[in-house]
């Protein structure tokens, strides 16, 4: 063994880290060159200085980046084991940075998706009375309606008679009014004509939006049969 191979050998000598044939090597050679023996003592006086030298405390940020460094070092090391532990790496961190791409889209998409759910659910609901038909107390929805006939007392007219009849909310006649023009004895005798007829006659009342609203009417009297037209 030359000097070059017993100096690069002299750490792990004094470390105890050779095995006990280089080990006896090692310790002739240095008995034996001045040189050798001479880079042997140096670094053997290093070490004792360096182990009677104070203790300091170390710094704990420091600690804590020298042993994140010395983590991240020993992992990198495991990923570059073989092919198979490379590809695992490669897929992973795609994986992670595909996830944190989509991270801004995740919300709105989660948020519109809510959003949707909910008007389609308030819409549906708006629309239950219209899917499951009518309900019993359902207000028409028509306009206007006028009114129509319920029950009369029929007299006997001697001639074809028309007047506009005033129905109130609940089907009473309130008032009528002639359709022709008439003189004060032909309106007498028409009151006496259809006077009864009206007091026993019923309608149901004209409706506004489905509900009952005073309305008029026209009626017609005939000698044998009544016409109600609105």
């Known amino acids: 063994m030359d000097c070059l191979q017993v100096q690069w050998m002299l750490s792990a000598f004094l470390d105890d880290r050779v095995v006990e044939s280089e080990r006896r090597v090692l310790v002739e050679h240095i008995q034996r060159c001045a040189k050798c023996g001479a880079r042997h003592a140096g670094l053997v006086a290093a070490r004792n200085a360096l182990r009677a030298a104070p203790v300091r405390p170390v710094n704990r940020r420091l600690a804590l980046a020298l042993r994140i460094l010395a983590s991240r070092e ?25 996830n944190e791409l989509m991270k801004p889209f995740a919300l709105p998409a989660a948020g519109g998706l809510a959003t949707a759910l909910l008007l389609f659910f308030v819409v549906m609901t708006s629309f239950q009375g219209i899917v499951s038909g009518p309900r019993p107390n359902d207000v028409p929805t028509v306009l206007t ?11 006997t007219v001697p001639d074809e008679i028309s007047v506009y009849v005033l129905v109130d909310g609940q089907g009473r ?58």
């Open 74 to 98: 020993a992992a990198r090391r495991r990923r570059q084991v073989d092919f198979r532990t490379r590809f695992r790496d490669l897929a992973g961190r795609l994986t992670f940075h595909a």
């Open 145 to 155: 309606t006028g009114p129509l006939l319920k029950s009369t007392l029929l007299d």
């Open 173 to 230: 006649v309130i008032d009528y009014v002639p359709q022709e023009d008439l003189s004060v004895e032909a309106k007498k005798q028409l009151r006496l004509a259809i006077g009864s007829s009206l007091l026993f006659t019923q309608f149901d009342p004209a409706t506004t939006f489905g509900r009952p609203t005073a309305g008029w009417v026209r009626v017609k009297y005939r000698s044998t049969q009544l016409d109600v037209r609105g």
